[in-house]
């Protein structure tokens, strides 16, 4: 961002503002380690809101430090994110949260992800969700552990699409970024985490309390 | 003929050591001493130790351990007896026969020496001591050029220093930096332990040991970038002087010292980037996580989501992507050689212009006269002429109709040339020719 931005005209002339929109309006969460755009949002977030205002959206920021927008009329279209996708996204917001992967880079193989999950869920449910068998069987077969992996795969991949993760090509590296914490919504500061999931599915802001007693105190 | 000794068995080397009576009793103040003496010698470059030397250093051991100073004398003189007995000092003065005892470090002391060593980490001090001393080395060498000459001189007073004086003080160095690397291992391994035990209350300390180590590397990496360029410059002057003198060998050492000093630096800068990323990622997660969860609720509570999921599930709702609808660019094809030739089509078409007739007609024609006269038949020669005055579409699609008419009148094979003729050398045109000898 070489110039200053005054008003909508000069956020629209910016070079940097045709590629964070269509990332923007594609789903994506800003966080810091995209430097340059997060930086770009953070100085213009005033004209970035209004432009968005027109269009339905809303732009928020997460307490842990991530834009994304947030579709709040229905001209705009949403898509909801699979099964697969939601499971693995919860299991990397926990595996975040854990200290012992200070130590090393901060990074996770494709293996220790579905260990986990495997040891979390336990097999019945990991055929259930990811091999989509009604009736379980005890014996996995080298395929339906093959068919676990890509179905794996594929919701890391469209994760990353999102921004809520990195990853390597060969899944090596899995590095879960800030916007994580987004599948932790239902479970944050609630007393009631039923209420708190109504209220992502009904699409909520979830950083705004509704409390009226809060309100009375501001 | 040459025997071949033969290699002694595991009994009999166990049995060997065991009849020799060796033994190593070594306490935690003998090796805090040989470690003195050995970082003694570090600094002082010197090999050789006299007892005086032995008894200051040995001061600081007693002081550091607590011992009591008026029985100082007695505890050096049982700690010197103590080393030599273990054979980790030895006498190198031909047994103290009329001299005054001087000693040096046993190959067996430098052993567990090495071994203690891999623990010293670099700090700033030692850093700063160990560069002096290259430092001040180097001052010499370049001070004794003034009477620099014969190759003797560049041998014993600059090559030799340079590899075994400050090379080993670079070994040094290196020695320290494999100690700094393991500390800092550890002190990410105390950061995780810390978290892990105490999360919120461990929150101070991980700040407190994050913030020292950051100030501990960044110190060190300075100092260590203006310690390397202090001692560059000395190796500049007596690198120019050997250039001028025509001293490969002296060059090389230099050349193996700024290699080894540039890989210091480079350590030090991609130990200072690799510490920045581990802050920022642990600041993260005490600003993040820790504080933002101080009970530590917050992974229980997801565990319990997760395995609760199947049951109750919720999705987050995300922006469809938007479909951009952009007009195709178009692209004409270039300009292609444009190369004549018929279609069959056109070519019924054109068999029915009172043109193409009559350039047939007038073909036949020459060729009836040819054969009346018992000419040779030369397609290639009939069909030019025709050519040049006609385009070859009125041309070309009676060519077939030629050849039928030869074949049919000669009575007798033509004969076919191999290779493809162009009746006209600007027309893009070839064909086999037939030719009809008919003499």
């Known amino acids: ?218 | 003929m040459e025997s071949i000794e033969r290699a002694p068995s595991v009994p009999e080397v166990v049995k060997k050591i065991y009849q020799s009576g060796f033994k190593l009793n070594i306490s935690r103040l003998d090796a805090a001493y040989l470690m003195g003496i050995h970082t003694y010698l570090e600094i002082q470059q010197n090999f050789i130790l006299t007892p005086s030397e032995l008894e200051r250093i040995f001061a600081i051991v007693n002081d550091i351990s607590s011992g009591m100073v008026e029985s100082l004398p007695q505890r050096f003189n049982h700690a010197i007896n103590r080393l030599l007995k273990n054979q980790l000092l030895i006498r190198v003065d031909g047994g103290g026969l009329g001299q005054m005892p001087q000693f040096d470090v046993s190959a067996l002391g430098k052993s567990i020496i090495g071994h203690l060593s891999h623990h010293e980490t670099l700090n700033r001090q030692n850093l700063t001591i160990i560069a002096a001393k290259i430092v001040s080395t180097l001052s010499d060498i370049r001070r004794s050029l003034d009477s620099s000459g014969s190759d003797h001189f560049w041998e014993e007073s600059v090559r030799l220093p340079l590899k075994h004086v400050v090379a080993e003080l670079i070994t040094a160095i290196e020695k320290r930096q494999k100690g700094l690397d393991l500390e800092q291992d550890e002190v990410r391994n105390k950061i995780s332990r810390l978290l892990d035990k105490d999360w919120l209350e461990a929150l101070v300390a991980c700040e407190e040991l994050l913030e020292t180590t950051s100030t501990t590397l960044q110190e060190l990496y300075q100092t260590l970038l203006s310690e390397n360029s202090a001692i560059k410059q000395g190796l500049n002057e007596i690198s120019d002087a050997a250039d001028q003198s025509s001293q490969p060998r002296v060059l090389a050492v230099i050349d193996g010292i700024y290699l080894r000093l540039d890989q210091l630096e480079q350590w030090g800068k991609e130990r200072v980037g690799s510490w920045s990323q581990y802050y920022r990622r642990v600041n993260d997660f005490l600003q993040s996580i820790v504080r933002f969860d101080p009970n530590r609720e917050m992974s229980q509570r997801l565990v319990e989501q997760i395995q609760h999921y199947p049951k109750s599930p919720w999705f987050l709702n995300l922006l469809e992507p938007p479909v951009y609808r952009t007009l195709k660019e178009t692209h004409f094809p270039g300009n292609k050689k444009k190369v004549t030739r018929v279609l069959s089509c056109h070519a019924d078409i054109e068999e029915e212009d009172d043109d193409g007739n009559l350039v047939l007609d007038l073909m036949i024609e020459e060729i009836k006269q040819r054969l009346a006269s018992s000419q040779s038949v030369d397609l290639v020669e009939i069909i030019r002429p025709f050519l040049k005055e006609h385009s070859l579409s009125r041309v070309y699609p009676h060519i077939g109709t030629l050849i039928d008419l030869v074949l049919k009148e000669i009575n007798q094979h033509p004969s076919r040339s191999s290779s493809w003729e162009k009746p006209l050398e600007d027309l893009e045109f070839e064909l086999q020719n037939l030719i009809a000898d008919l003499k």
């Open chain 1, 1 to 218: 961002m070489d110039q200053e931005i005054n008003d909508l005209h000069d956020l629209l002339l910016d070079p940097i503002f045709p590629d964070l929109d269509i990332k923007l309006r594609s789903g994506w969460h800003c966080d810091e380690e995209e430097i340059e755009a997060f930086d770009f949002i953070t100085k213009t977030q005033d004209k970035i809101e209004m432009f968005y205002e027109l269009y339905g959206f809303e732009l928020l920021y997460a307490t842990e430090g991530y834009y994304y927008l947030r579709p709040v009329s229905s001209k705009i279209k949403v898509r909801t994110l699979g099964m697969e996708a939601m499971i693995i996204s919860q299991f990397l917001a926990l595996m975040k949260m854990d200290p012992q992967y200070l130590e090393s880079t901060g990074f996770f193989d494709l293996q220790e992800l579905m260990d986990k999950i495997e040891l979390t869920l336990g097999k019945k449910q990991v055929s259930q969700l990811f091999l989509k068998r009604k009736k379980y069987k005890e014996a996995i077969s080298e395929q339906d552990a093959l068919n676990f992996q890509l179905s794996v795969k594929k919701a890391l991949r469209e994760l990353a699409r999102y921004g809520f993760i990195s990853i390597n090509p060969d899944f090596t590296k899995i590095y879960p970024r800030k916007p994580i914490f987004r599948f932790m919504d239902p479970i944050r500061n609630m007393d009631n985490p039923r209420a708190a999931l109504e209220s992502i599915v009904r699409g909520e802001n979830p950083f705004e309390s509704n409390d009226e007693s809060e309100e009375d105190d501001d």
